[in-house]
């Protein structure tokens, strides 16, 4: 097992958090329908839910703050953080947005028609409610080893070529942009390869398309390519960052992940065709295109969490506290996507609790038997979050390949010590799942059900 290095950073202001009892932790859960995401924080001891909007912000990031600028056009802020998004990914045009799905939003409204297709390794659950909202198809074309919890290829984000390539030839016409996720969030935080990028982007102009990077992992999938990739071990990351959006027409962004901020994100892109209409759009739903719907304190924050993420001895920190989370269940049999990705360990949910039927969705039976064993929020990327309703048997669904359980680790919160508990309740959980009950859902929203959905135990 790999041994996680010290934290590069020392406490300078703490936030008490508290293990209530299990018997109060059993009424929570029974109060919440059995979904994590109904159980107030105050509630929660470690809290994986997601690595999105947790980062910790630094000093810096803090003394940012006071710098706001809240005039209604033209901050100081929105100019210092155009400049920071140049500079990182070299795209001249920048809508910032107050997070990554409004950039989707925005983007797919935009230049999607009903009926076309985006193919993406794979899809997040939020660009896939956007492209199907907009009467799209969200296709995921990732490499077959993505899909396989135990391949243990270096890049299983990577994109499917050949498909790609045969997918824009039957759909010529009806492909508005092709989409990499970078790393691929629902495919377990797997990165994407340099040159898995360099041979999408020539499928892509082969056939006129552009190609965007969904870019919410970009320095984490950079440290990756600098790690596994050959040539690259000597590069410095912001370098391999350049050079990956060089190959790419634009990017949506998620701030909240690699932008080391607590909200925020942008889309960028290289060419002009797209940009009018988009910023009329912004002012629609987000307000004017110097501050897309944020304060300018935060776009301080957000420029700042940019540079800093580029930080090596961070990076080499970040990546390697996760591996070594990862690694130390792994080395107990605990069935986790391997090799460990760079923001989050997942659990085979259908490993981990063979006695439950996958329609029982054994991955949300599984945060559940953690919160109940140790006050730890987790979340389910399976069933649940991406089962829908099978139209040739009715009353089942038809059900994803993977049924993960997501282990987010926020971004500077959590220390080794915090990940030591949470990998030994996970090994008590893992030593009687059979005390695991399986999952029924009583009550559902139509898009996105997995945020408000309600169970009950069988
Ligand atoms: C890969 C990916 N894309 C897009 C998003 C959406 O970003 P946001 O939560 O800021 O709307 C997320 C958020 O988790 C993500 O992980």
Redesign the pocket.
Known sequence: MSKPSPEPWRVKVVEPIRRIERAEREERLRRAGYNLFDIASEHIYIDLL????TSAMSDSQWAGLMRGDESYAGGRNFYFLQETVREIFGFPHFIPT???????NLLFSTVLKPGDVVPNNT?????RANVEVNGGVALDLVIPEGKQVHSRHPFKGNMDLDRLDRCLGENAGRVPLVML??????GGGQPVSLENVRGTRDVCRRHGVPLLI?A??FAENAWFIRQREAGQADRPVREIVREVFSLADGC??????DGLAN???FLALRDEAWVERLKNKLILIEGFPTYGGLAGRDLEAMALGLREVLNEDYLAFRVGQVTAFGEALAEDGIPVVEPIGG?AVYIDGRGFAPHLPPEQYPGQALTVALYQEGGIRSVEIGGVMFGKPDPARPGREILPDLDLVRLAVPRRVYTNTHLEYVAEVIRAVYRAPERMRGIRIVHQAPVLRHFTARFELI
């Open positions: 997601t690595d999105s909007g107050h997070q990554g799905r409004v950039a989707e899809h997040f659950d939020t660009t996720t970078m790393t691929n969030n629902s969904d919410c992992r949506t962004m998620s701030a909240k992940k909200i925020g994100g923001h």
